[in-house]
């Protein structure tokens, strides 16, 4: 039996809002949010701003947050980096893996993205991995191939136990801050290939693994993407770091 596919909403807010704006975000946030049991919701703010984070919600056990990255290595010489090992002591609960600008701007492989896995894994983190191909890939038929080989070697170094624990997000780079949102039937059609191809790797429950999606989500269209086929949530930027936008997005399809 697979388990219940619990929606989430979740805001990756990149390299915006340091810990005074944190704090400030939150304090606007909070109290137009009301509660959802039917519901998660998390917040990836830079790791720098964890802390303030952290403190803005305290007394909000329903206002989850993560982090952005973390390192391959579990600890040493590696200026800048940070260790999954370092995260739990912020509150933090999840991490994101993965993520087109990373891959783009950093560099991070497919093999980069597994070990970061396995970092967060044993952190007792709950990792998001991200996924998703250019409009180039899109365009010379290559979706199903990238999205398989990005799950397929992402996976790899994990065990069955841990394959069961991820969170997924489908992220078309060509709708990630452009405006230009994938269709809910393209995202039904993108999601259904991750399900198909975690179906086939030992030990994901394909039918039980949620799968967000994101690339240019706001108000206005969140809910017709939240009613898409597969679709069991969302991962959000832009429109995740105004409170009232964020908010509006959190209420949508209660
Ligand atoms: P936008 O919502 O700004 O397009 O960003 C999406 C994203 O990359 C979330 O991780």
Redesign the pocket.
Known sequence: MSQPRTPVFAA?WKMCHGPVETGAFVGRFAPRHVRRDDATVVVFPPAISLPAFAAAVSGRPDLEFGVQDVHTEVKGAHTSGIAAAMVPATGATWGLAG?SERRREFGDTDADVGRKLVRLLEAGLRPVLCVGETLEERESGRLETVLHTQIREALRPLDREDRSRLVYAY?PVW???TGRTASPDDAAEAHAIVRDRLAQADGCDAEGSVILY????KPANIEALLAASGVDGV?????SLDPESWASICAAGG
């Open positions: 990756n993520h992220e709708a990630i801050g994101g690339g240019s989500v991962l959000v930027g832009g429109a």
